[in-house]
């Protein structure tokens, strides 16, 4: 299995601009999460889906902000617009019905 | 909010020598997960130690968890240059549906 997929890998656009990350779980898995990481806030839970329904977006930060799971290999997080202080690294991560999470290797965002 | 809070923030050690990190947390629990961060890299699940266990082993890896101090450690035995990353604790309040990640302790390993 390859894992969860994460593309792009890096992102760098400027302030105003639409962003969207992609994510394709490891396939079987019915749980799909999205995270942030800075520094300065540590790992945070953005939003989460079971069978491809949004179960918990207490964590998106402001409306500029949307996630989509469209099916079970695919989901999307959309910035719009983009401002400097979302420039974070952007981790999916996927798990069946146990407890473990696997992540995927990460976007790593800057909006300048 | 984070609600795992890990201790120390930095450590380094050498080859060698055990590594102790610890992991404090707010409210009752499920289980309590530990996780591993290469630099650059996506979190890599290490070990899960549920509420009514107090110890667990994995290769080098030892697990502790107070329930009553609301607290647990990661203990590496023997540890290597390898070893060299973040861990992170994540608490576990939902059956696995939604973790909360402490702010990781950085651990280098000097060869």
């Known amino acids: 299995d390859a894992g969860v997929i994460q593309s792009p890998r890096h992102e760098v656009t400027e302030m105003g601009q639409e962003v969207t990350l992609r994510c394709k779980p490891i396939?079987?898995?019915?749980?799909l999460f999205w995270y942030r990481q800075t520094m300065m806030r540590g790992l945070e839970l953005l939003i989460y889906?079971?069978?491809?329904?949004?179960?918990?977006d207490s964590g998106m930060p402001e409306d500029r902000f949307s996630a989509k799971m469209p099916n079970a290999s695919f989901s999307t997080l959309k910035i719009q617009p983009s401002e400097p202080r979302d420039s974070a690294v952007y981790f999916c991560?996927?798990?069946?019905?146990?407890?473990?999470?696997?992540f995927g290797p990460g976007t790593r965002l800057l909006v300048l | 909010s984070q609600q795992g809070e890990e201790d120390p923030q930095a450590l380094s050690i050498q080859e060698g020598e055990n590594a102790t990190m610890n992991c404090s947390y707010k409210t009752s629990i499920n289980n309590l997960q530990w996780y591993r961060q290469n630099s650059g890299r996506g979190l890599v699940h290490l070990i899960l130690i549920r509420s009514n266990e107090r110890e667990k082993h994995s290769g080098r890896l030892r697990v502790t968890l107070d329930t009553s101090k609301k607290s647990s450690s990661l203990l590496i035995t023997a540890s290597r240059a390898a070893d060299t990353a973040s861990y992170f604790c994540?608490?576990?309040?939902?059956?696995?549906?939604?973790?909360?990640f402490g702010g990781g302790t950085r651990l280098m390993v000097k060869p």
């Open positions: 396939s079987g898995h019915d749980y």
């Open positions: 991560a996927s798990k069946a019905s146990g407890a473990t999470q696997y």
């Open positions: 889906f079971n069978n491809n329904v949004p179960i918990d």
């Open positions: 994540a608490t576990d309040h939902n059956a696995g549906n939604m973790l909360t």
